[in-house]
């Protein structure tokens, strides 16, 4: 006989949407189970910086931030090239402060500001701070035996699974070895990282995106939320017209008396789909767990994918990261390519973009190089001055040696332009062209061809101690390259929901007890790329507003 269970809301996946969905729901009373396909909870936002953008929230309030009422809509009526922002995206407007309040009062999830955090481009309406929130550390001991549940952080990217946070933090790293203060600031950090360790078998200074999962797990679990891991979803269960439950592997059922919420992560990794939309070889950096579960069990409830979308994924560059077993990793470039001492060229050896810029845009720009029929490929480029200080991609910097990513392959080096460029197989005499002109300007901190340094978020990814352009410095000496490919933080293209997050069919009727948040969410940004946070956002606040919504409660806003 198959195990029936009866919650008032089942929510399917464990990432920040679905929990945020989870712990507003268990808040206003209801009885709730989260299923997780994975044996680890926290999906692809386990993995992430953690960011969320929220326009005129209550830290950047709070701090004394002052910006006009309608300047992120503004801004985000550029960004997203409307005259009228949609319904869906007034509400995040609107109801994204609310969210971050109900949080911050209500639950462990505890936010700072990023108040030195700019949008991502310049313009009408954008900001130099204020819009931006990160979760603070999170003590994991706090999470007592779920922490052994917690997807740990992506190893190709922490330091010996010990994560590092933006801002100051990661500052320090950079700067060990030229301040004191730093470098004791990472000695103990890693005498700390050690000890757990020794004593947990991980880290439990939590921070980044592990931290946010790790304080809405200890949310849900304070409001007995119950959390089933290796649980993956069969098909959903109907009452009528109604979504009234879902079957789990192994013949378990689930009778979720007020409705489901899907929340699996998007289909980056469903090769079909992938196929389908993208047209082109795509590595995600997200889990592997993410093959699209929640929009087909949506499909099959009669709920469709949007189709008008700009982007169909949130592009970043990436480089494979060789695995003794088992599939490459996908180390995303997030951070490196706006640091003095870097330059990236295409499969020609020319630049083609600003290397400072938005990941995304920077995706896009090599796609547009790209000749038909040929796979996006570029090289990101350093002097051996940056790859001690900050790293290439996996190949860690100072005090870590390098023999290892070159013997693997993963890091090229050379001992000039000449010599890397026959490494890699480009034009040696193209690629010294290029990083002549490039060190040319660099010198005197100019850009001519791309106006790198120039906006706010270039100067904020480079090195404030790097005069006069904190993203430019003239490359010498020793040369290292790391081969990039197209991907991807994750999938755009979700199922199309109402302001409530509501699942709708093709006539635009709302079908009966099915939600959809996070990438499972048709992106409400229509497929564009604002700023940093603009997943994890609208995620946390539209999972909000569904357990808002299957709660039946109603708020200054409205449901």
Request: one cysteine or more; charged letters at 20%.
């Amino acid at each position: 006989m198959s195990q029936v269970m009866e919650c008032d809301v089942l929510v399917i996946g464990s990432g920040a949407s679905g929990l945020a969905a989870a712990v507003t729901a268990a808040s206003h009373g209801l009885k709730v189970i989260v299923a997780e396909k994975s044996r680890w909870l926290g999906g692809t936002s386990a993995w992430s910086g953690g960011w969320l953008w929220v326009p005129r929230n209550p830290l950047a309030l709070a701090e004394g931030a002052v910006e006009a009422q309608d300047a992120p809509e503004r801004y985000l009526r550029e960004q997203v090239h409307g005259d009228t922002l949609s319904e869906v995206q007034r509400v995040y407007l609107q109801r994204g402060p609310e969210m971050v309040e109900f949080f911050q009062r209500n639950t462990a999830v505890q936010f700072y500001s990023g108040s030195s955090m700019p949008d991502m481009r310049d313009g009408e309406g954008s900001a130099r701070g204020g819009r931006s929130l990160c979760a603070q550390p999170f003590d994991g001991r706090q999470l007592g035996e779920w922490i052994e549940r917690l997807r740990p952080p992506l190893d190709i990217v922490s330091l010996f699974g010990m994560g590092i946070a933006g801002g100051a933090d990661m500052a320090a790293f950079f700067n060990a070895r030229r301040s004191p203060k730093s470098a004791w600031h990472v000695g103990k950090r890693l005498l700390r990282h050690a000890r757990d360790l020794l004593r947990h078998g991980r880290g439990m200074h939590l921070v980044n995106g592990n931290a946010l999962v790790a304080r809405l797990l200890r949310s849900a679990l304070d409001l007995e939320v119950q959390l089933l891991s290796a649980s993956p979803v069969v098909r959903l269960l109907r009452e009528g017209e109604r979504v009234s439950g879902a079957l789990l592997d192994g013949g378990r059922q689930v009778i979720a008396r007020r409705g489901v919420v899907l929340a699996c992560g998007g289909f980056a990794h469903d090769p079909q789909r992938l196929a389908d939309r993208l047209g082109h070889r795509h590595h995600c950096a997200a889990p592997l767990d993410n093959s699209g579960d929640g929009l087909r069990l949506g499909e099959a409830a009669g709920g469709f994918l949007g189709e008008d979308l700009a982007h169909d994924a949130a592009w970043a560059p990436v480089s494979l990261v060789p695995r003794r077993n088992g599939p490459p990793g996908r180390f995303p470039h997030l951070v490196d390519r706006g640091k003095p001492g870097f330059i990236a060229v295409d499969g020609e050896g020319r630049r083609f973009t600003n290397e400072a810029d938005c990941y995304h845009d920077f995706m896009n720009h090599l796609f547009a190089r790209t000749p038909a029929g040929q796979e996006p490929c570029a090289w990101m480029i350093c002097d051996r001055q940056a790859q001690r200080r900050f790293g290439i991609g996996w190949a860690k910097p100072w005090p870590f040696p390098i023999r290892h990513y070159r013997r693997c392959g993963y890091l090229v080096e050379g001992r000039d332009a000449r010599e890397l460029a026959q490494r890699c197989g480009l034009d040696p005499q193209r690629l010294t062209a290029t990083i002549e002109r490039f060190n040319q300007h660099a010198r005197v901190g100019h850009d001519p061809d791309f106006g790198r340094g120039q906006s706010a978020y270039n100067r904020a990814l480079g090195d404030p101690a790097n005069a006069p352009n904190p993203s430019l410095r003239a490359l010498q000496g020793k040369l290292y390259a790391v081969r990039l490919v197209a991907g991807s933080l994750g999938t755009f293209a979700g199922l199309r929901t109402d302001e409530a997050a509501r699942v709708l069919d093709r006539q635009g009727q709302v079908i009966a007890g099915l939600h959809a948040v996070g990438n499972d969410m048709n992106s409400i940004m229509g497929g564009y790329y604002p700023s940093g946070g603009i997943t994890l956002g609208p995620g946390m606040t539209f999972g909000y507003l569904a357990g808002l919504a299957l709660a039946g409660a109603v708020t200054e806003g409205g449901v």
